[in-house]
């Protein structure tokens, strides 16, 4: 069965710092990836997604996220953290053969001092 | 601009009590879904459908049913309210096919006392 784990569930980092989130999935195939973001008290947004194309993938607000198959990850960066990042994310898994269900991590919380 | 609407922003209903939850989406997508959203547990799938009148349980469905008459429209059902079952609730529906991302509603907060 597939899985997605985000390690930690909160993380803190400073204004201007680099974000780091972390998302491993397991698949017994080639899976699709998406990491979305939810502001309070809003649904989820797409951020970025991995369909096969490129391994590294850039998406929106200046996020990107690379995919490693030897390592089963899809890990969300940002160079430079700014206040409106702060967020919940989730990162989530799609099984070519599921016909789009997602399987989601348990989210990651980033705060963003300034 | 790409539209998923849900019926109400926050709900709250006696134990009990039968709650309808309306989704919306105005995008012609084949699959809807429902999900439940509870701290520390992420998303949890309540039951999707890819296709008018069909539906098939997710990984929650116990206490909950749905409707889908119309493609644009899918339904969540409890048919008795428990107080277990106070949470968020998220509709999304997205194209077939899995490489296609899922577009959210806002999201419902149901309180159950």
């Known amino acids: 069965a597939q899985s997605v784990t985000q390690l930690g569930s909160h993380v803190s980092v400073s204004e201007g710092a680099l974000v780091l989130l972390r998302c491993n999935y397991s698949?017994?195939?080639?899976?699709?990836l998406f990491w979305y973001v939810q502001y309070p008290n809003q649904g989820l947004q797409l951020l970025l997604k991995?369909?096969?194309?490129?391994?590294l993938v850039k998406g929106i607000n200046g996020f990107e996220a690379e995919f490693k198959k030897s390592e089963t990850s899809f890990h969300l960066t940002k160079p430079s953290a700014h206040m409106s990042d702060a967020a919940e994310y989730f990162c989530?898994?799609?099984?070519?053969?599921?016909?789009?269900?997602?399987?989601f991590g348990q989210g990651t919380e980033l705060s963003v001092k300034p | 601009d790409v539209k998923v609407t849900q019926s109400s922003r926050y709900l709250v209903k006696r134990t009990g009590e039968k709650v309808f939850l309306e989704c919306v989406q105005d995008?012609?997508?084949?699959?809807m879904f429902w999900y439940r959203q509870d701290p520390g547990l992420g998303l949890r799938l309540i039951y999707f459908?890819?296709?008018?009148?069909?539906?098939e349980k997710g990984d929650i469905p116990e206490g909950y049913s749905v409707s889908r008459e119309k493609k644009e429209r899918f339904s969540l059902i409890l048919e008795s309210a428990s107080t277990n079952q106070t949470s968020m609730y998220l509709c999304?529906?997205?194209?077939?096919?899995?490489?296609?991302?899922?577009?959210f509603g806002p999201g419902t907060r149901l309180t159950v006392t």
């Open positions: 999304a529906s997205s194209l077939a096919g899995a490489l296609y991302e899922q577009y």
């Open positions: 698949s017994s195939v080639p899976p699709y």
């Open positions: 991995y369909t096969s194309a490129a391994t």
């Open positions: 989530a898994v799609s099984d070519p053969g599921q016909g789009g269900k997602l399987i």
């Open positions: 995008m012609d997508h084949e699959n």
């Open positions: 459908s890819y296709d008018v009148k069909m539906k």
